[in-house]
C-alpha cells in the first residue's frame, strides 16, 4: 500500500502511518497465533474464493482459529469493565429508537460542547451488547470527548438479517448529531469507530445518504474501522452464512466497497498481521479501492496484534487504535 | 491482601484494586497459554521446590513455555516503540557511572519539579537495553511526569553476577536523587516501576540502606513491581543458573523477601493469572510476608494477561502497571 498524503489528517498522524510500516509491509503468516501453530496436514478441496477451499475460507471468517488467547481477552476486558465504571460512573442510556434495544450508552466528559465518539461494538454480527465496552469509553471521556456505545440487535434476534442491524446503527448516529447539544456535544464533531463487525456496519454507516435524511453528508467528520469486512461476498460463502441470511440485495447493499462514491468521510483503516488471510485482505483492498477513488483513506497495519488484541487497543491512547482516534478527533493525551 | 496496610495509597487505587480482583482471587491454570494446552504425559521426577520436578522447575522459570504469544507481543513492542520513538524528543542520555554501559535515558516533561518514574527493564538479568522502552515513557512524559530509563549491564557482561548490576541500579537511582534538580525533576518525587527480572532488581534497590550514604531512607517514594522475583532459591534451583552464578551470599542478600525490614516505600505487587506457576507464587508470597510485616502493599491479580502481557501495560495508563502507576504518581 502507498500512502499519499491526505490533508484530512495531522502530521503527526502521517508519521505514525509510515512508522507504523504502512507503506509495503508483508504480512506476517496469518498462522503465528495459531495453537497448534502447524494445523495437521489435509486434502485440499476444490477452491471457493480466491485459493481457498472451503475449510480454509471458513477458518477465515473465524477467529477463534486464529486467535488462540480470544477467551483471555474477554476476561481482561470484563475485568477492565468494572475497574472503568467505578471511576468514570455509569452512562445515560437513552432511546434512539423505538424498540427496547435501540439505546445509546453516553458516557459524558465534562468538557463543553465536546467532540463525540460513536462506538458500533463487534461479535461476529451474533455477539455483544454496549455495556461490555464501558472500558473504551474511558480514555475519551479524560481527553474531554462525549463516547458512545450504540446498542442494536444481534443478527439472532432480526432472523438473521444484518439490513435492521445497519438501520439501528444509522439512526443512532442521526440521532446523537440531533441531540449532542443536550449533553453536551458539539454536533459538527461526530466520529464514529467499530471493530470487527462493528467495522462492517460502520464501513455502512459511512455510506449513507444523509442527504435523504435530512442531514448533512458529511455529519461524520472522521471514521476509525478496525478489522472489518467491507465486501460481503466471500463471508456469504463461509461458515458465517449458517447464521446470517445472506441474499443478493444484502450482499449488495451493504458492502460498502461497491458504494465508495457515496463516501464523504475521511477514514482509517486498521488491521493486524496476526489476522486471519481474509480479515487481512477485506481491509488492504477496501483501502486501496478507496484511495484509486480519490477518497481520503488511511491504512494502519499493525505489527504483532491479532484481531481481537487490535480492537482492544482503542482503549488505550497509545496503542494502535486509541492513537489513531485521539489524532483523529485531536484529542491530547494528558498535560 | 486487604486494605488495612494501604494508606499510603489513595482511594480511588484501593477501589481499582478491589475491581482488579486483588481480593483473593483463585489463580487460573497456568498452562492456559501453553501450545499445545495440554504438554505430552510424562513420568514426573524427585520433587526439587515445593511439588515440582526440575523439569517443571525449569518450565517455571522459563516464561516462553507459558507464553504462547512471546514473540508477537514483542513485534508488537518494537513497533510501538519506533511510533514513539518518532513522536517524543529524544531522551537526554547522562552517565550515573564512569562505565559505558552506566548511562540513564531521561524523557523530559514540561512540568517544572515534576515528579520521575524511574524504569528498570526486564529480560532474565540477560536482555534490555534502554532504547527498547520509549513506547512506556510517552504516557507519563504527557501525563506530566519524567520518565527515566535505566541502562546497566547484562548478566552475560558481568561473568554471571547479579551484583554488580543492583548496584549499578542503586547508583543510578542515587544518581537520579542528587541531580534531579537539574533536569526539572522533584527529588522527592521519586517513584520505580519495573517487569520480571527488573522488578528482581527494584526489590533490590527498595532494600538500599540509604541512610549509610547520607541519604533519606524513604527516597523512593513508591514501586510498582510487575511480575517479579523476591526469593533467588528456587530460581538457583531452576536451568536459569546455567547463566547466572548463585551463590550462597547473592541469594542472601539478593532476596528482597529476606530484608523486607528495609523496605520504606508503599508498594504495589502484580502478577497475571496466566504467568508460570513461580511467578505467580512470588509475587501473592512477597506480597503476603510485606503485609505481615506491616508494610503497605497492593497486590494486583491481573485477570487474563501473561508474563509479556502484564509488562506491556507500563505503557496503558488504563491497565494493570500504569493504571497502578499513574494512581501512585497521581497523574491525571
Not at chain 1, 178 to 198: I, P, V
Request: with cysteine.
Amino acid at each position: 500500500m502507498t500512502e499519499r498524503p491526505s490533508e484530512q489528517f495531522n502530521r503527526r498522524t502521517l508519521i505514525a502511518g509510515t512508522a507504523l510500516g504502512a507503506v509495503a509491509l508483508a504480512s506476517a503468516p496469518a498462522s503465528a497465533q495459531r495453537c497448534p501453530a502447524v494445523p495437521p496436514p489435509r486434502t485440499k478441496g476444490p477452491l471457493v474464493w480466491l485459493d481457498l477451499d472451503q475449510h480454509e475460507l471458513d477458518e477465515a471468517y473465524d477467529q477463534s482459529v486464529y486467535a488462540f488467547n480470544q477467551q483471555h481477552i474477554t476476561d481482561r476486558r470484563n475485568e477492565r469493565n468494572e475497574v472503568a465504571l467505578k471511576v468514570i460512573g455509569k452512562p445515560d442510556r437513552v432511546a434512539y429508537g423505538a424498540a427496547e434495544i435501540e439505546r445509546v450508552d453516553i458516557y459524558k466528559t465534562s468538557r463543553a460542547n465536546a467532540p463525540v465518539m460513536i462506538y458500533l461494538h463487534g461479535g461476529a454480527w451474533r455477539n455483544g451488547r454496549s455495556a461490555l465496552n464501558a472500558y473504551l469509553a474511558e480514555p475519551f471521556v479524560k481527553a474531554g470527548a462525549h463516547f458512545i456505545n450504540v446498542e442494536f440487535n444481534n443478527v439472532g434476534e432480526t432472523n438473521g438479517d444484518i439490513a435492521p442491524m445497519v438501520d439501528q446503527c444509522r439512526r443512532a448516529v442521526a440521532w446523537v448529531h440531533r441531540n449532542a447539544a443536550g449533553f453536551g456535544g458539539d454536533s459538527n464533531a461526530l466520529y464514529l469507530s467499530g471493530h470487527s463487525s462493528g467495522g462492517h456496519l460502520a464501513g455502512c454507516v459511512v455510506i449513507t445518504e444523509w442527504e435523504k435524511l435530512s442531514l448533512p453528508r458529511d455529519v461524520l467528520k472522521g471514521a476509525l474501522l478496525g478489522s472489518g469486512m467491507y465486501d460481503l461476498k466471500p463471508v456469504r460463502l463461509s461458515a458465517r452464512s449458517s447464521y446470517v441470511k445472506f441474499t443478493d440485495a444484502v450482499e449488495q447493499a451493504l458492502s460498502a466497497q461497491r458504494h465508495i462514491d457515496k463516501l464523504h468521510t475521511p477514514l482509517v483503516l486498521v488491521h493486524g498481521t496476526l489476522e486471519t488471510p481474509e480479515f487481512q485482505r477485506q481491509t488492504r483492498d477496501f483501502h486501496a479501492a478507496l484511495r484509486a477513488a480519490g477518497k481520503p483513506a488511511t491504512l494502519i497495519v499493525a505489527k504483532g496484534h491479532n484481531h481481537f488484541e487490535l480492537g482492544e487497543s482503542l482503549g488505550n491512547p497509545y496503542g494502535v487504535m486509541g492513537r489513531a482516534a485521539f489524532e483523529m478527533m485531536k484529542l491530547a493525551t494528558g498535560a | 491482601m486487604t486494605a488495612e496496610h494501604q494508606h499510603k495509597l489513595t482511594r480511588r487505587a484501593l477501589v481499582a484494586g478491589a475491581a482488579a480482583g486483588s481480593v483473593a482471587l483463585a489463580a487460573e491454570p497456568a498452562s492456559a497459554q501453553r501450545c499445545p494446552a495440554e504438554p505430552p504425559t510424562r513420568v514426573k521426577g524427585p520433587a526439587v521446590w515445593l511439588d515440582m520436578d526440575q523439569q517443571d522447575i525449569d518450565e517455571a522459570y522459563d516464561n516462553d513455555v507459558y507464553a504462547f504469544n512471546a514473540k508477537s507481543i514483542n513485534d508488537r513492542r518494537v513497533y510501538n516503540n519506533q511510533i514513539a520513538r518518532d513522536l517524543l524528543e529524544k531522551p537526554q542520555r547522562v552517565a550515573y557511572g564512569p562505565t559505558e554501559i552506566e548511562k540513564l535515558d531521561i524523557y523530559k516533561t514540561r512540568r517544572a519539579n515534576a515528579p520521575v518514574l524511574v524504569f528498570i527493564h526486564g529480560g532474565s538479568w540477560r536482555g534490555g537495553r534502554a532504547d527498547q522502552f520509549t513506547v512506556y515513557a510517552e504516557p507519563y512524559v504527557k501525563a506530566g511526569a519524567h520518565f527515566v530509563v535505566l541502562d546497566f549491564n547484562n548478566v552475560g557482561e558481568t561473568n554471571g553476577d547479579i551484583f554488580p548490576m543492583v548496584e549499578q541500579c542503586r547508583r543510578a537511582v542515587a544518581w537520579v536523587y542528587r541531580n534531579a534538580a537539574s533536569f526539572g525533576a522533584n527529588p522527592n518525587e521519586i517513584y520505580l516501576i519495573s517487569r520480571s527480572s527488573g522488578s528482581h532488581l527494584s526489590s533490590c534497590v527498595l532494600i538500599t540502606e540509604w541512610e549509610k550514604q547520607g541519604l533519606p531512607r524513604d527516597l523512593v517514594k513508591g514501586a510498582v513491581l510487575g511480575s517479579g522475583m523476591y526469593d533467588l532459591k528456587p530460581v538457583r534451583l531452576s536451568k536459569r543458573s546455567s547463566f547466572v552464578k548463585f551463590t550462597d551470599a547473592m541469594e542472601q542478600e539478593l532476596s528482597a523477601m529476606r530484608h523486607i525490614g528495609r523496605i520504606n516505600a508503599p508498594l504495589v505487587v502484580a502478577h497475571g493469572t496466566l504467568e508460570t506457576p513461580e511467578f505467580q507464587r512470588q509475587a501473592r508470597d512477597f506480597a503476603k510476608a510485606l503485609e505481615a510485616a506491616g508494610k503497605p502493599v497492593k497486590l494486583v491479580v491481573a485477570r487474563g494477561y501473561n508474563h509479556y502481557e502484564v509488562g506491556e501495560t507500563i505503557g496503558h495508563p488504563y491497565a494493570v502497571l500504569g493504571r497502578a502507576a499513574f494512581e501512585m504518581m497521581k497523574l491525571a
